[in-house]
């Protein structure tokens, strides 16, 4: 996992177990920019998949990752933390 977040271009953040209840529990999401500036949403569930294209909807998922990412460990401390569980001082 350490391996996958050294580019500069990748962000980790973890969500502790111990948290509370946090606004992305349906399951993965890509929040995609086009380079007209168009915005999209990926999301998963167990069976099938959502391209989200609608702005309102792109909007909701933006403010719950936005929550989501608020609630997480910052990426610094996620991979501290990826480090400590690995055994480096």
């Given at each position: 996992m350490l391996e996958h977040t050294a580019p500069r271009n990748v962000t980790l953040q973890i969500m502790l177990t111990d948290a509370e209840f946090h606004s992305c529990l349906d399951g993965p999401l890509r929040l995609l920019e086009t380079p007209q500036g168009r915005r999209l949403a990926y999301s998963e569930?167990?069976?099938?998949?959502?391209?989200?294209?609608?702005?309102?909807?792109?909007?909701?998922?933006?403010?719950?990752?936005?929550?989501?990412?608020?609630?997480?460990?910052?990426?610094?401390?996620?991979?501290?933390?990826?480090?400590?569980?690995?055994?480096?001082?």
């Amino acid at each position: 996992m350490l391996e996958h977040t050294a580019p500069r271009n990748v962000t980790l953040q973890i969500m502790l177990t111990d948290a509370e209840f946090h606004s992305c529990l349906d399951g993965p999401l890509r929040l995609l920019e086009t380079p007209q500036g168009r915005r999209l949403a990926y999301s998963e569930w167990q069976e099938n998949g959502r391209l989200t294209a609608g702005s309102k909807d792109v909007s909701l998922l933006c403010r719950r990752y936005d929550t989501l990412s608020s609630q997480a460990l910052d990426p610094k401390d996620s991979r501290g933390l990826l480090e400590r569980l690995r055994g480096e001082p």
